[in-house]
């Protein structure tokens, strides 16, 4: 344990450094702040033309030579548009949800015309946006004529939609009984899914448990990837300052190198996560109203999963972050070192990069080389254990676990040793020649 | 080394002196033989045990001066609290008390200077490795530097300076080692290397003027009433008083001259290169 002792005044002292920083201060609670601005400046112009437009119908003609729809005034959608015989039959049946539908805030609005002449006067003069001629032989071809302007925008489809609705009532109004004229107006009412494990177990596969089931491992990858790449920024940015000020010297007199590693990587990792959770936070709290619905929903979490992301997640953010922080010292400024770093976060990347191959054959043999596999496994074995807990034996995530932890602990030995080479080559960058020299003697 | 001694590392640049250190201090690893500290092969465990102002040095410039020397104590072992405690008992020492809470980057060369040596000293490191500590400082305090090493000597503890300034190494070191080229070409007690690198030479004081002495050596007078004489082969110090007093001289003082330091190292050094 001694060995490690310095390890939490390093960490402290870099986690409490980079998050006095004004930058980190301004990205941390500025981001949110920018991304809400942005949002509002983006949606409110849309709600308030939203809200004008709901406030305004939009009014379509009728020309009726088939006599099917019989209007004598403008209908607008609204209860009172269901003929009276319909809306008994629908509620004597149960059927309040195909009324429901009926009734939803259309602003359509049909107004008959008597013939096309009047009808075309009236969109020419902007008074409709458009009208439909229903020909006297429209019952046995089903043929309607529509008719807008030339500038026609997107009402004109909600109203062909509204026609479809208005026509169908009218044409079952008293010649069926209610249940079959709810089927035919709304055939699909509900989808219940259902998903068949290998065990044969029958669980929830609604569409808001299967998203859920996919949402975790790519949360957890995204969240893994932006950790990653936010923190080796801190980690070069501070690696850079300390060959700038000189300090690197005095650190190395008082620890080991692998000390200072493990620190600054722990002390910059938790300032990257706190900067995550903070955001985190601040989407939750803006939309908290989304857990009823989950709740409502009967979402199966995939506790399973949520269990393994810890040990997994720190694991391999240590793995990454070690091989970054020493790859990336060995630049001779921040640009070089963050190219030098890259490789790292492209690797990181991987399972993000083969998700389609991974979404379609979660127990594939791609997925099963990519388990065992340091650089992957992390991300994998979460995206499975997520998908389908069952398929994935107890010896592969414990056999992933383990050989990603025995790679930590070599990446970590083999970046402090890149990482004091780095350090203490403050010029240009040393030759691969001399990186080897020099990491034999380390 | 002995231990409670101040050791002058000296040496023309590019002798390897640094090089040297870093290899004490374990932060290159050489490439043949081995570092002996407080007797044992050196390792990883001694570190708090030593302390090290490096020749290319500098702090954390955008924290606050109590807060860099706290985190240098706590690295080298300390308590935090006693590290804090610590500091600035050490920053009143280095007479910078005011600047606890100022911003690394607002400090001058000279400040910035004495706060790296108060950092380095704080814990107290038994073996303390001062890679020119007095660069940059102005005489007054140049002599403070001096006075807290002369008390570091004073308990027991051991310090290594390298230096340029040889009036430092003749005021403060008891023993010196003068590397060139990687090489060892002087070692030893102060007095006893600038004894064995003195030209034979004695500094004569009297009153009126002084015998011929062509005899015993070349007589050349460096201020009024004050004479160097430069004795020739064969000729010694008891020798030449002998010829003064029997010669009718006035003599107030008479010493056997030791060769500065500064001489010995520029002599060394342009015969090692010849």
Redesign the interface.
Known sequence: MTRW??VP??LA?EFL?TIK?PGYLITTFGMPLFMGLYAAIVAVPAYYAEQHSAAESSVFGIVDHADVLHLTSDARPSPSRIPDDLRRALEAAGQTRAIEQLTSDATIVFRPFADEASARRALVARGIKGYYVLPPDYLRDGVVRGYTSESAGLSESDARDELRSFLRERLLGGRVDGALAARVLDPVAETQSFAVTRAGDVRDGGSVASIVRLVVPLAFMVLFLMSILMTSGYLMQGTA??K????V????????PDEILAGKLIGLGAAGLLQIVVWLAIVLAAGVGIAPLLLAARVEVPWGAVALALPFFLTAFLFFGSLMLGTGSLGSNMREAQQLAMIWSLTAALPMIMMAVLINEPHGLTARIMTWVPFTSGAVVMFREAIDPMSLAWWEVAGALFILIISTFVALRLGARLFRIGL?N?GARPSLREIIRQAR?? | MLGGEIFGLLGPNGAGKSTLI?IV?????A?AGSVRVFGEPRS?AH?DR?????E????????SVI?VMT??G????LP?ADARRRSHEWLEKVELPAVASWRIDRLSKGMSQKVQIA??LLSDPELCVLDEPTTGLDPVNVRLVQDLLTERRERGRTTILSTHHMNQVEALCDRVALINRGQLVVYGDVEDVRRRHSLPEVRIRARGTLPPLTDIGEVVEEAPGVWRLRLTDGAGPTQALQALVSRGAAVESFEPMLAPMEDIFLRVVREARA
């Open positions: 002792r310095k005044a390093i002292f450094s920083r300052a300390e700038e000020n000189k300090v010297e005095v650190l190395l007199s008082s620890a080991r203490l403050a003697l380390a | 870093r201090m374990d932060i290159i690893r490439d990883r570190l030593l302390g090290y102002l490096p290319e040095r500098g702090l954390y410039t955008k924290q807060d985190y240098l706590t690295l080298k072992g935090r950092a380095v």
